[in-house]
């Protein structure tokens, strides 16, 4: 395979354009080649857009939902159970610990989703 602008072998193939380029005409950027000041910002783009894409996947709303729920539960019946034994005793302070961890999981993820939402609506609107 030999570079789209010279007679030398090429080192990667531009992501935008899918030409073969040489390591002279290459821009490497963090998860593919671009041809050199030709379509950086093209390849930047496609890959914010993928990454975005993959973040707002792992933070679907059943891990943003039933995640925390799930650590308010258990935090309610370690506290319930750790109630009866006493306030100061080891499963309510764990319980209470799940609570609160459960709650502000809930509220991280909330405003972690609808950042990245927005960031992508974004860099849509761009293009
Ligand atoms: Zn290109
Ligand atoms: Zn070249």
Known sequence: MKCFNHEVDAVG???HCQRALCKDC???L???LACKGIHETNVEMLNSLIENNKRAYESQPK???FGPL???FMGLVFS???YQKGLDSLPF???SGFIVFGVSLFIFNKS???KVTTEYDTNIGKN
Do not use: R, S
């Open 13 to 15: 193939i531009c992501k």
């Open 26 to 28: 290459c821009q490497d």
């Open 30 to 32: 963090e998860f593919g």
């Open 63 to 65: 891990a943003t939902i």
């Open 70 to 72: 799930f650590y308010v």
């Open 80 to 82: 319930y159970y750790g």
């Open 93 to 95: 302070i764990l319980g």
């Open 112 to 114: 972690f989703l609808k």
